[in-house]
């Protein structure tokens, strides 16, 4: 049996990170890999792992987009560290509606 073993940083991003609220089922995970930050979303709810790309640091906001398959939707985020335990996402996401023809 392989344990695992968490090492902990001194980058105060690095870490696995929820709502405050736990309204959502989402996990932002992050680590680092050299000087790149590396960075994963899931569903706990669905278990589906978003495609996650143009990760993006300029020094005091993480940048990243996001994809979900199983609905199209995409998601623009960006995380602001706070403290060393609490970060300020913001994100702006695509929509999807069904319209019709308005009658005359």
Known sequence: MTKVIHLQSSDPLIGDWVPADLYSD???SISKEDDQYIVSVFDLDDHEE???????????ELSFNVHWASNG???KYGLLL???????LIYTYSGQETWI????
Do not use: L, M, Q, W
């Not at 978003?50 to 005091?60: G, L, M, P, R």
């Not at 706070?82 to 300020?88: A, E, G, I, K, L």
């Not at 023809?101 to 005359?104: A, F, M």
């Open 26 to 28: 989402i996990v932002i």
């Open 73 to 75: 939707r995409f998601i």
């Open 50 to 60: 978003a495609e996650v790309y143009e990760v993006k640091y300029d020094n005091s």
């Open 101 to 104: 023809r308005k009658e005359p």
């Open 82 to 88: 706070s403290s060393d335990t609490t970060v300020r």
